[in-house]
């Protein structure tokens, strides 16, 4: 079974901080995906992923950079953090065209 | 612009009778659609996708959704609702054009069943 996971499932940070999101996926899948997911908004992609040290921005991409320096990692970064970037964050992977596998969110909260 | 609507805030239905969850989508050429489930706190769970064939798809928990090419409609269905079938379920798209394997999220559907 694929196995997705995000270090954090509870996160509080301040204002202005540099926040650091990991994901890890055991299935050695080149697309990763980073969403955030906001009520009534759904899920939103913010930047992809399709190989190491590749990157596509999705469509919230402001604020927001990414890392993949290897196949199984792919980090999201919030280069100074604001109150608007709380919510939930959920990583995905996938092989190809194939349905993606979540993992089980990070809820942010920036004080 | 790839879109998908999900009409309906909240669902309710009472355990044992069938429930719909709908979906519509708008892409551009033919659609790759998917249905995902999510429970409190966790991440999303795949149930069933179309990607070509049978209009009507199969997939997990007893879940089947029906592609509608005419009405550009992808709804979700289940003949007898569960109490453990309360959850909040996504629709996604994506068009076959696109090579970037990004899928569009409705805005989610809670399905609540009573017992």
């Known amino acids: 079974d694929v196995k997705v996971t995000q270090s954090s499932r509870y996160l509080v940070k301040r204002t202005g901080e540099k926040v650091f999101l990991e994901c890890v996926q055991d299935?050695?899948?080149?697309?990763m995906f980073w969403y955030r997911q906001d009520p009534g908004l759904g899920l939103r992609l913010i930047y992809f992923s399709y190989d190491v040290k590749m990157k596509e921005k999705g469509d919230i991409p402001e604020g927001y950079s990414v890392s993949r320096e290897k196949k199984e990692r792919f980090s999201l970064i919030l280069e100074s953090a604001s109150t608007n970037q709380t919510s939930m964050y959920l990583c995905?992977?996938?092989?190809?065209?194939?349905?993606?596998?979540f993992g089980d969110g990070t809820r942010l909260s920036i004080l | 612009a790839q879109s998908v609507a999900q009409p309906e805030d909240q669902v309710n239905v009472a355990e044992g009778n069938p429930l719909t969850v709908k979906c519509t989508y708008s892409?551009?050429?033919?659609?790759?659609l998917f249905w995902y489930v999510q429970y409190p706190n966790r991440g999303l769970q795949f149930l069933l996708k179309y990607i070509t064939g049978d209009n009507l798809v199969k997939g997990s928990y007893g879940f089947e959704a029906e592609f509608n090419k005419s009405q550009t409609s992808f709804h979700l269905k289940k003949p007898s609702a569960l109490v453990s079938d309360s959850a909040l379920y996504f629709c996604a798209v994506r068009s076959v054009m696109d090579s970037s394997y990004k899928l569009i999220f409705g805005s989610g559907t809670r399905l609540l069943v009573r017992p």
């Open positions: 299935m050695d899948h080149e697309n």
């Open positions: 892409v551009s050429g033919n659609p790759y």
């Open positions: 995905a992977s996938s092989f190809r065209d194939q349905p993606q596998h």
